[in-house]
Nanobody, 115 residues
Framework: QVQLVESGGGLVQPGGSLRLSCAAS????????MMWYRQAPGKQRELAAS???????NYADSVKGRFTISRDNFKHTVYLQIDSLKPEDTANYYC?????????WGQGTRVTVSS
């Protein structure tokens, strides 16, 4: 059974930082590209950051310079370091594992940026 479990969300003040984690089980983690998506209230889900199985990263323009995606293949975990948080970063954050025609989603973790 494939599971992706996100954690690390919460309430943070503008300018603060968070590190989200997504622990994967049931897949050959190192072979999968991993992504972090986010969905703000009333908006469509959008891709924030991705990392290939080889470690190449890509970011949405809106998060470049503030978000850092990384992976630990030994721990089967992908991380999203979020710095300089803004109120518009408030969203549910989801991780996704992709390989060829397989895709799996986590249940999400909520990030709220508010003073």
């Amino acid at each position: 059974q494939v599971q992706l479990v996100e954690s690390g969300g919460g309430l943070v003040q503008p300018g603060g930082s968070l590190r989200l984690s997504c622990a994967a089980s049931g897949i050959a983690f190192s072979l999968y590209a991993m992504m972090w998506y986010r969905q703000a209230p009333g908006k469509q889900r959008e891709l924030a950051a991705s990392i290939t199985s080889g470690g190449n990263t890509n970011y949405a323009d809106s998060v470049k310079g503030r978000f850092t995606i990384s992976r630990d293949n030994f721990k089967h975990t992908v991380y999203l370091q979020i710095d300089s948080l803004k109120p518009e970063d408030t969203a549910n954050y989801y991780c996704r594992a992709d390989r060829d025609y397989e895709a799996y989603w986590g249940q999400g973790t909520r990030v709220t940026v508010s003073s």
